[in-house]
Nanobody, 115 residues
Framework: QVQLVESGGGLVQPGGSLRLSCAAS????????MGWYRQAPGKPRELVAI???????TYADSVKGRFTTSRDSAKNTVYLQMNSLKPEDTAVYYC?????????WGQGTQVTVSA
């Protein structure tokens, strides 16, 4: 099993920034993909940004140029730096781990962008 612990999130004004962190523990495989999804009320969960253990990143078109994901493999931690936040970025953000044997979701953290 792989456990994920998220931190960050909260309330921010439009144009502001937030940073999310997600630490994985347990049976973490050396080859994996970690990243972030989000779900707004009444909408399906969608990919935001993911990064492989090899450093390859993928972003949703809606966040390109504003969000940056990175990872510290030594700490099994993935980050999401969110800049120029918009009200439509409001959602619950979930960390995701996919490895050779296990896949896990974090508990989710609320991000609210509002004046």
């Amino acid at each position: 099993q792989v456990q994920l612990v998220e931190s960050g999130g909260g309330l921010v004004q439009p144009g502001g920034s937030l940073r999310l962190s997600c630490a994985a523990s347990g049976s973490v495989s050396s080859i994996n993909v970690m990243g972030w999804y989000r779900q707004a009320p009444g909408k399906p969960r969608e990919l935001v940004a993911i990064v492989s253990s090899g450093g390859i990143t993928t972003y949703a078109d809606s966040v390109k140029g504003r969000f940056t994901t990175s990872r510290d493999s030594a700490k099994n931690t993935v980050y999401l730096q969110m800049n120029s936040l918009k009200p439509e970025d409001t959602a619950v953000y979930y960390c995701r781990y996919s490895g050779a044997t296990y896949a896990s979701w974090g508990q989710g953290t609320q991000v609210t962008v509002s004046a």
